[in-house]
């Protein structure tokens, strides 16, 4: 299999240093840059980032001694030395804009957790397992920004990662509306209990932002291309609360859904086992090989038990019943800096991968 080159912008971060640690193996991609802020440039990997690494596997060996670049004033020396990067940056969202852009323009591709560009109409945003087709809008990206091979790929919030994986194959039976209240680790918001200390112990009910992209991005997810744009789906009907609570990583969902012809259980259950998108099929190596996992068993799933189900990849649901107000209700769970975060942009680069776009 060929290798690729790659960069993480925003090494030093929480989301950077996942990054890293999912990459330090990875049998397609051998990382050969790392950048972050002016204020990192110039230290090695361990100087700037060892006394807030985060991780519970160590830094990577060779990474260690590697030197920082400038995020911002070294573009053109970081695209001569990568075939694409990753990008997770702690910016304003319009320096982020510009700054993907950049990369893109300086023909240097971005796989980005950013949300800056998540409703950008000829950006895909991708779920691999659901709309790995939105990719092709790449083609008219590239048209508008002038370039041969740059452009911007996203992947959605890590709140949407729970519930629309199992909506997904549930939209045969014409999903009308849905209720969704999330329960979100911390570590979404780039702490730890060390960090964060008043975490311990209580619940925030309130997440800046957050359920404005639960409630909007499933809608651009389950969209078409049209004229060289992703058109946004008018339906189902979505109404979201996000809590913040005292786990360390996992977002949970309760989900409420309704839908133009109710299905039975059984057939809710079935689709879910067999549900299987582009990364399964490809047999892509970060792909969980089991996409949803049900459990039978009424307190589960639980974030600490089952968020690292396949390597933090998969989706587990459980409580599957019906509901007096809507069809059925149910729980699911996914883990937020893995399948949410950085493994859900590794699964994506894997993808474009497997679909020539960094060739
Ligand atoms: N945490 C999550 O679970 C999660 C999930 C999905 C998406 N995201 C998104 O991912 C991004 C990063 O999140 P995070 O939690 O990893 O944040 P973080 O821990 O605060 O890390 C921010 C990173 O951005 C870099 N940075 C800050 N200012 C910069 C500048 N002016 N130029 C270049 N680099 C700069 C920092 O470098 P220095 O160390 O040099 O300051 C650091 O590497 C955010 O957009 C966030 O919304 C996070």
Redesign the pocket.
């Given at each position: 299999m060929k290798q690729y080159n790659v960069g993480i912008?925003?090494?030093?971060?929480?989301?950077?240093?996942?990054f890293a640690t999912l990459l330090e193996n990875h049998p397609w991609f051998n990382v050969k840059v790392l950048?972050?802020?002016?204020?990192?440039?110039g230290q090695t990997y361990e100087e700037?980032?060892g006394s807030?690494w985060?991780m519970a596997v160590p830094m990577p060996e060779a990474m260690k001694g590697m030197k920082?670049y400038?995020?911002?004033s070294d573009i053109e020396k970081i695209a001569e030395q990568v075939d694409f990067c990753f990008?997770?940056?702690?910016?304003k969202k319009d320096?982020?804009k510009a700054?993907e852009e950049a990369y893109a323009k300086a023909e240097c591709p971005i796989v980005s957790?950013?949300?800056?560009h998540r409703f950008t109409p000829d950006v895909p945003m991708v779920v691999p397992e659901i709309n790995a087709d939105h990719i092709e809008i790449i083609e008219s990206q590239r048209k508008r920004l002038g370039t041969k091979r740059g452009f911007i790929a996203v992947?959605s919030?890590?709140s949407i990662q729970s519930y629309v994986p199992a909506l997904h194959p549930l939209k045969e039976f014409g999903i009308t509306k849905v209720l969704a209240c999330t329960y979100q680790?911390i570590?979404?918001?780039?702490k730890n209990f060390e960090t964060w200390p008043e975490m311990v112990d209580n619940l925030i009910p309130f997440i800046g932002g957050e359920e404005e992209k639960s409630e909007q991005e499933p809608l651009k997810v389950w969209g078409t291309i049209e004229n060289g744009e992703i058109v946004k789906a008018t339906s189902p009907q979505i109404t979201t609360q996000c809590l913040r609570v005292p786990v360390s990583d996992g977002h949970t969902a309760a989900v409420f859904v309704s839908f133009d012809k109710k299905p039975t259980k059984e057939e809710i259950l079935k689709l879910w086992a067999d549900f299987k998108g582009a990364p399964q099929e490809l047999e892509l190596p970060s792909a969980p090989k089991q996409f949803i996992h049900y459990f039978e068993e009424d307190n589960r799933p639980q974030a600490k038990l089952d968020r690292n189900l396949e390597g933090g990849m998969a989706v587990s649901a459980g409580r599957l019943r019906e509901d007096t107000q809507y069809d059925y209700k149910f729980v699911c769970l996914s883990h937020?800096?893995l399948r949410?975060?950085?493994g859900g942009a590794v699964l994506l680069a894997e993808l474009l991968v497997a679909k020539g776009y960094f060739d």
């Amino acid at each position: 299999m060929k290798q690729y080159n790659v960069g993480i912008i925003g090494a030093t971060g929480m989301v950077g240093q996942r990054f890293a640690t999912l990459l330090e193996n990875h049998p397609w991609f051998n990382v050969k840059v790392l950048a972050a802020s002016p204020r990192s440039a110039g230290q090695t990997y361990e100087e700037a980032a060892g006394s807030r690494w985060k991780m519970a596997v160590p830094m990577p060996e060779a990474m260690k001694g590697m030197k920082l670049y400038d995020a911002t004033s070294d573009i053109e020396k970081i695209a001569e030395q990568v075939d694409f990067c990753f990008c997770a940056v702690d910016m304003k969202k319009d320096e982020i804009k510009a700054l993907e852009e950049a990369y893109a323009k300086a023909e240097c591709p971005i796989v980005s957790n950013n949300s800056a560009h998540r409703f950008t109409p000829d950006v895909p945003m991708v779920v691999p397992e659901i709309n790995a087709d939105h990719i092709e809008i790449i083609e008219s990206q590239r048209k508008r920004l002038g370039t041969k091979r740059g452009f911007i790929a996203v992947k959605s919030n890590c709140s949407i990662q729970s519930y629309v994986p199992a909506l997904h194959p549930l939209k045969e039976f014409g999903i009308t509306k849905v209720l969704a209240c999330t329960y979100q680790a911390i570590s979404g918001a780039g702490k730890n209990f060390e960090t964060w200390p008043e975490m311990v112990d209580n619940l925030i009910p309130f997440i800046g932002g957050e359920e404005e992209k639960s409630e909007q991005e499933p809608l651009k997810v389950w969209g078409t291309i049209e004229n060289g744009e992703i058109v946004k789906a008018t339906s189902p009907q979505i109404t979201t609360q996000c809590l913040r609570v005292p786990v360390s990583d996992g977002h949970t969902a309760a989900v409420f859904v309704s839908f133009d012809k109710k299905p039975t259980k059984e057939e809710i259950l079935k689709l879910w086992a067999d549900f299987k998108g582009a990364p399964q099929e490809l047999e892509l190596p970060s792909a969980p090989k089991q996409f949803i996992h049900y459990f039978e068993e009424d307190n589960r799933p639980q974030a600490k038990l089952d968020r690292n189900l396949e390597g933090g990849m998969a989706v587990s649901a459980g409580r599957l019943r019906e509901d007096t107000q809507y069809d059925y209700k149910f729980v699911c769970l996914s883990h937020n800096t893995l399948r949410g975060a950085a493994g859900g942009a590794v699964l994506l680069a894997e993808l474009l991968v497997a679909k020539g776009y960094f060739d």
